[in-house]
């Protein structure tokens, strides 16, 4: 079984600042992948960032980038330049190689302030 | 349709009805998933298909869910005598069923159960 834990529920940051977004996960697989989603108040959820375990690079999406540790289970996203639009919630999530479905963490509100 | 379609996008019933909730995924996309999404809180696993049968059903929370995706395309997910704690928002998405690969989600159906 997988878990995922976001410890942050808000975080707030001042548009065209930085700011960071916490996950841990837990897995007794070898390989598995790590996602970052964002869903705004329609609900839908949108892929941010994908990261495969057994790449050492962590992955960037233009101003979305990912710093993922390995042995220490984390797996956190940093927003550069941060935009009103990054207003949403955002949401860590597992699948390991085994399984077929995403595990989710509890989300994360981010509130980008002009 | 480009993405995902899942109708109705709000849907209020009463205690002890029946609800279907159907879903359109990607032309194409072989694995479908059904979630489900608490007020606060990250989406939990139901179901997931490939092609037209259930291959892992373990998230659904008891015998009056049920969900079927007879040509392997639409999918419909069906409450029994829905209670007040069904009170949800119902995700569906779609991937192309290469492992790892990005699974696209709809924006749900919020379901009241007064």
């Known amino acids: 079984a997988q878990t995922v834990t976001q410890s942050q529920p808000e975080m707030s940051v001042q548009e065209a600042e930085t700011v960071t977004l916490s996950c841990t996960y837990d897995?007794?697989?070898?390989?598995?992948?790590l996602f970052w989603y964002k869903q705004p108040p329609s609900r839908q959820m949108i892929l941010v960032i994908r990261?495969?375990?057994?790449?050492?690079q962590n992955a960037t999406e233009n101003r979305f980038s990912v710093n993922f540790q390995k042995a220490a289970k984390s797996f956190s996203l940093k927003i550069s330049d941060s935009q009103l639009g990054d207003t949403a919630m955002y949401f860590c999530?597992?699948?390991?190689?085994?399984?077929?479905?995403?595990?989710f963490g509890g989300g994360t509100r981010l509130m980008v302030k002009p | 349709g480009a993405g995902v379609s899942q109708t109705p996008s709000n849907k209020v019933t009463e205690k002890g009805k029946y609800v279907e909730l159907r879903c359109d995924p990607i032309?194409?996309?072989?694995?479908l998933y059904w979630y489900r999404q608490s007020l606060g809180q990250g989406p939990e696993f139901l179901i997931y298909f490939q092609g037209t049968g259930a291959a892992d059903d373990s998230g659904l929370p008891n015998d009056r869910f049920f969900a079927v995706r007879p040509e392997g395309s639409v999918s419909t997910l069906k409450i029994q005598r829905t209670e007040r704690g069904d009170s949800a928002v119902y995700l569906c998405?779609?991937?192309?069923?290469?492992?790892?690969?990005?699974?696209?989600f709809g924006q749900g159906t919020r379901l009241t159960v007064v």
């Open positions: 998405a779609s991937s192309p069923g290469t492992r790892g690969t990005e699974a696209f």
């Open positions: 990261q495969e375990a057994y790449k050492q």
């Open positions: 999530a597992s699948l390991g190689d085994a399984g077929n479905m995403l595990t």
């Open positions: 032309s194409g996309h072989t694995a």
């Open positions: 897995t007794s697989e070898n390989n598995y992948y």
